[in-house]
């Protein structure tokens, strides 16, 4: 009930787990760090190791996933998961702008607090990120776009959660997933919904054109959810935004993958006095 009233009527965004990694006396730039769907804030343990020492650094655990709430009413769109990733991050009384680094679902929430808070973001690096365009009718029934068939696959899962889950626990134990990956029967209806409102019906592609900060995109060529064509679109077609490919898949697992993201969060820092 009280859950209900303060969140669902009075629209009081959720307070999320969050970590405060580092915390340097006087931090040169703030990161924060937004998982993708299914993982926790721990997804990016392995890129944090080899972060400067002097960057603060905040992970947060996505609603619906890790240690963060899982209400069974709300719509997990981009936008409600950022309004609770700015309220937490305002909670935690650090009054300066930030370098977002998004994974996958990361990336598009990324991109919703940056459009609606751009004072608040320094820039965005966003890793393995799943930008599809609007789905089209017509141009679909003559000729289906990367963008179209991934949607009809995504909606295909959905119908079988069940299933789902038993997939995601064979791929968990031999780990073709990130370490912290997990979707059982206890979150498998915010992944549901998530994938539904935020990554189907996403309106990032369209949104991410009105930005004006550094982006730096990265992605795995062997990456099977992310459309290279709308990347390489956008990093043409905007002078803020830049591309770089790496021998991987979508998850931030191999050293590869690891060392472009390091590379591209360090090129974003201020340079040290």
């Known amino acids: 009930m009280y859950d209900r009233l303060v969140h669902r009527w009075l629209r009081v965004p959720y307070r999320l787990h969050a970590d405060v990694v580092r915390d340097p006396a006087k931090p040169r730039a703030t990161l924060l760090m937004i998982h993708g769907i299914g993982n926790t804030g721990h997804a990016w ?5 080899k972060l400067p020492q002097d960057v603060r ?11 963060s709430p ?8 981009a936008h409600e ?16 702008q930030v370098v977002i680094v998004g994974h996958s679902l990361g990336s598009l929430i990324a991109i919703e607090i940056a459009k609606r808070y751009p004072l608040l973001v320094r820039s965005l690096v966003l890793v393995s990120p799943p930008f599809y ?4 009718p017509a141009t679909k029934a003559v000729l289906p776009r990367p963008d179209a068939i991934l949607r009809d696959v995504y909606r295909t899962v959905q119908k079988s959660p069940e299933d789902f889950v038993r997939v995601a626990a064979i791929a968990m134990k031999y780990k073709l997933v990130n370490n912290v990956f997990n979707v059982t029967s206890d979150n498998v209806t915010s992944y549901m919904a998530t994938l539904e409102t935020a990554i189907v019906n996403q309106t990032s592609m369209n949104d991410i054109e009105t ?3 550094p982006i730096a995109l990265v ?3 062997l990456d099977p959810v992310v459309v290279v064509e709308n990347l390489r679109y956008l990093s043409n077609a905007m002078p803020n935004i830049t591309l770089t490919h790496v021998v991987s898949g979508h998850e931030i697992k191999n050293a590869a993958m690891i060392a472009a993201v390091v590379h ?10």
Request: glycine fraction near 6%; charge should be negative.
């Open 45 to 49: 343990d392995e890129v944090i190791a």
């Open 57 to 67: 650094i905040i992970t947060i655990d996505l609603l619906g996933f890790g240690r």
């Open 70 to 77: 899982r209400p069974n009413w709300i719509e997990y769109s």
């Open 81 to 96: 998961q950022a309004r609770s990733v700015l309220h937490t991050y305002l909670s935690l009384g650090i009054p300066e």
């Open 133 to 136: 365009r609007p789905e089209d």
């Open 211 to 213: 930005l004006h900060m």
């Open 219 to 221: 992605h795995g060529r």
């Open 264 to 273: 591209q969060i360090e090129l974003q820092l201020p340079h040290r006095p």
